[in-house]
């Protein structure tokens, strides 16, 4: 365990924590149970395993939740309100999607689509009646899809298909469902160079392109306010491996884009959320540092959180107490997890 060296007084100091050494770490999705009990799913690149760490007194608890073949990519993870942790990932042996549930006893593994190729760039959202939201890409037909599961029944659709405009929308997607059951996902048309953006209100589907820049490029990353209104961060690459970090949101029914970070090589990773007062959090990979961002009151402020790695994969949650968590993908080292006190 390290203290970051970015802040230098006694207060707001980050920990850094190597949860499990080695080649492991990648598609690094966190949830906060509590303050206390943290919950990190990766992939295991060695073995082809899915795995699960759960922080606990003594340390943290590794344990391989699904080991058939090679499965664990393009992971997403999400809790229930009862406590209960989800996790969709592909399923690269068979070509599929699945889920992983935890109701704090044992795992029960869910197969939710079959269709080859159907699995990419995963995200899950779990409501308050406990129905079950995964947004993936179909890398092969090249559109958006979603599961819904309500009542131990899956429900498979198309959410985008391009309109024949494109045959490569829907990677690097990014599901929220809002009080109201609204359901939002940020997504790429990487064909154009749009970043999308879709919400289903009364069974209807709704497409908007939220930057037309032409150079979006991947990690788009979904929050909603109090209201519902999205805030999605995402990468912009206006020359050959030169990524900066931009955020679009959608106030008063209008988008407006802007960027945050442009630094040499900057944005990927991303993970954003929004608190209940609408300030901004995003953690974000610097190519070998880790950092944050911040809009509180309007104000953009910046973090360096870890110093010292290749940082990859990064997962963002905020406590009640307004303190940030994040697990991410150290190249060099593993799977970590940063968090301030």
Do not use: C
């Amino acid at each position: 365990m390290d203290f970051s060296t970015n802040d230098t007084g006694a207060r707001n100091k980050w920990i850094i924590e190597t949860v499990e050494k080695g080649f492991v770490g990648e598609y690094a999705s966190l949830v906060l149970e509590s303050k206390e009990k943290v919950h990190i799913a990766y992939y295991d690149y060695i073995n082809g395993d899915l795995k699960h760490a759960e922080s606990g007194p003594n340390g943290w608890i590794i344990e391989k939740v699904d080991q058939e073949g090679t499965v664990g990519q393009f992971l997403s993870t999400a809790k229930g309100e009862g406590g209960k942790i989800y996790i969709s990932y592909r399923d690269q042996g068979k070509n599929r999607l699945k889920m992983a549930a935890f109701d704090g006893n044992r795992w029960t593994i869910d197969v939710v689509d079959n269709e080859p190729f159907a699995s990419l760039d995963t995200s899950i959202f779990v409501d308050t009646l406990e129905r079950v939201y995964i947004s993936y890409y179909n890398f092969s037909e090249g559109y958006l899809k979603l599961a819904t599961r309500d009542k131990d029944q899956w429900k498979i659709e198309i959410v985008d298909d391009g309109q024949n405009q494109s045959n490569a929308v829907g990677g690097f997607s990014s599901l929220k469902v809002d009080s109201s059951g609204r359901i939002h996902i940020s997504y790429i048309d990487s064909v154009n160079g749009f970043l999308k953006y879709a919400v289903k209100e009364n069974d209807t589907w709704k497409i908007e392109v939220a930057d037309d820049e032409g150079s979006v490029s991947n990690f788009t990353s979904l929050a909603l306010d109090k209201e519902g209104n999205p805030y999605i961060s995402y990468t912009v690459d206006k020359r050959p491996n030169k990524p900066d970090l931009w955020l679009a949101k959608k106030v008063g029914g209008k988008w407006i884009v802007e960027l945050v970070d442009t630094a040499e090589i900057v944005g990927q990773f991303s993970s954003i959320v929004v608190d209940p007062h609408s300030n901004i959090y995003i953690s974000y990979s610097a190519g070998k540092r880790l950092k944050l961002a911040k809009n509180i009151q309007g104000l953009w402020n910046f973090e360096l959180v870890d110093p010292d790695g290749t940082i990859q994969y990064t997962s963002l949650s905020i406590d009640a107490d307004g303190m940030p968590h994040i697990a991410y993908y150290d190249k060099d080292s593993g799977v970590k997890y940063a968090h301030k006190i």
